[in-house]
């Protein structure tokens, strides 16, 4: 009996096919709101981090409370040197992040942020740019702007101007992939250029970077810098960017909305499949009647229905994804973000299990229930 059991199942939902489409299309359309909605909540995460994790530096030097990397606060531009004295620093490199407003040639206006950064040094331009080469040290008021906001800045090619905060910058290049999770366009500068362009008070910076040199423990590191600036935070890399996604999921609210959300998708979806189980039980009472005077016992009952269940989960999943692939090339052309993984695969199957398998519970104390004698009856 217990090797009948998944031909069995198969065959009781091929036998209604009306109940069996719409148990899939639930947990189809379950997988895709849930992988689309965190898929989405991903991507802003991904763009939320995207410099300090391209950043070559282990630690990051910032002003006491900041709480993310674009809302950053305005410390002295002097605790660089007060850095680089420290022993164990390979090198250290001041970096700004500011708003600024964008006017183009027609009198249109952009929030921006200026990220500057000094030219030449270790830090480099962390992004693919266009044409090869292409930096901000050039000329005076050189500016990088990624491909995917030349039309929101009125930019058509190389050579373009604007004003920034009321001084006229050049575009220079371009780079692939620079997106903030604010959505305002970041803006690649020279420091000193950016903070001109800029509402950043003068003699001030953002972030001192920091690498430790060979040898020496980058926690080591941490503690000195500590006590050698102690009005400042100090975090590592990891440390910054923990902090920053974890502003954003919950002190923003933005994550419980995304997964309270997710989450509505697998109740609907259980609910369906819970209801369409009900109600094939119902219409097979006499299958499983019969199944129950041939001896079959709990265990027989339980792996039919879970059987049931399980094949409606793994077909549905496999629908779901393949769907959810489609919708997030059709998501990412519309340059919002998205990141699909496998590790959010498995825990958008994983889910899928859980609720379809906790939805059959309800159908299998009706069958557990059923009379045998029920099938003599007329």
């Keep these: 009996m217990p090797a009948l059991t998944v031909p069995v199942a198969r065959r009781m939902l091929l036998n209604n096919r009306r109940r069996l489409i719409a148990a899939l299309t639930g947990v189809s359309l379950a997988v895709v709101l849930a992988s689309v909605e965190i898929g989405i909540l991903s991507g802003f995460m991904s763009n939320s981090v995207i410099f300090i994790d391209r950043m070559p530096a282990d630690l990051w030097v910032m002003a006491r409370g900041t709480p993310n990397f674009d809302m950053c606060h305005a410390m002295p531009e002097s605790n660089l040197a007060r850095v680089k004295s420290v022993h164990g620093v390979e090198w250290a490199e001041k970096m700004l992040v500011a708003w600024s407003n964008w006017q183009t040639a027609d009198g249109k206006i952009e929030?921006?942020?200026?990220?500057?950064?000094p030219a030449g040094g270790p830090l480099g331009i962390p992004f693919p740019v266009e044409p090869a080469g292409a930096d901000f040290?050039?000329?005076?008021?050189?500016?990088?702007?990624d491909r995917d906001d030349q039309a929101r800045l009125r930019i058509r090619e190389v050579g373009d101007t604007a004003e920034l905060t009321r001084r006229k910058i050049t575009v220079t290049g371009f780079t692939v992939g620079m997106r903030s999770?604010?959505?305002n366009p970041y803006v690649l500068m020279r420091h000193d250029d950016a903070l001109k362009s800029s509402l950043a008070p003068a003699g001030t910076t953002s972030y001192v970077l920091v690498k430790a040199a060979p040898g020496v423990s980058v926690a080591a590191l941490r503690?000195?810098?500590?006590?050698?600036?102690?009005?400042?935070?100090?975090?590592?890399s990891a440390e910054f960017s923990k902090r920053t996604k974890s502003y954003w999921l919950f002190g923003t609210g933005l994550g419980s909305a995304f997964f309270l959300t997710?989450?509505?998708?697998?109740?609907?979806?259980?609910a369906v499949v819970s209801q369409v189980l009900y109600a094939l039980v119902q219409d097979q009472r006499a299958e499983f009647g019969v199944l129950k005077a041939m001896g079959a016992g709990?265990?027989?009952l339980f792996r039919i229905i879970a059987g049931q269940a399980l094949l409606i989960a793994v077909t549905g999943v496999l629908i779901g994804q393949l769907l959810s692939l489609g919708l997030a090339e059709l998501i990412r052309s519309t340059g919002s973000p998205m990141e699909l993984s496998w590790g959010l695969s498995a825990a958008v199957v994983a889910a899928v299990l859980?609720?379809?398998?906790?939805?059959?519970t309800v159908p299998l104390f009706k069958v557990l229930r059923l009379e045998p004698g029920m099938v003599f009856r007329s």
Excluded: H, K, M, Q
């Design 181 to 183: 999770f604010t959505t």
């Design 137 to 145: 040290s050039g000329i005076p008021g050189g500016a990088l702007i």
């Design 354 to 360: 859980v609720t379809c398998l906790g939805a059959a």
């Design 262 to 270: 997710a989450l509505l998708g697998f109740v609907v979806g259980g």
């Design 223 to 236: 503690e000195e810098v500590r006590r050698a600036l102690p009005e400042v935070d100090v975090l590592t």
């Design 111 to 117: 929030n921006t942020e200026v990220v500057g950064l």
């Design 298 to 300: 709990r265990g027989t």
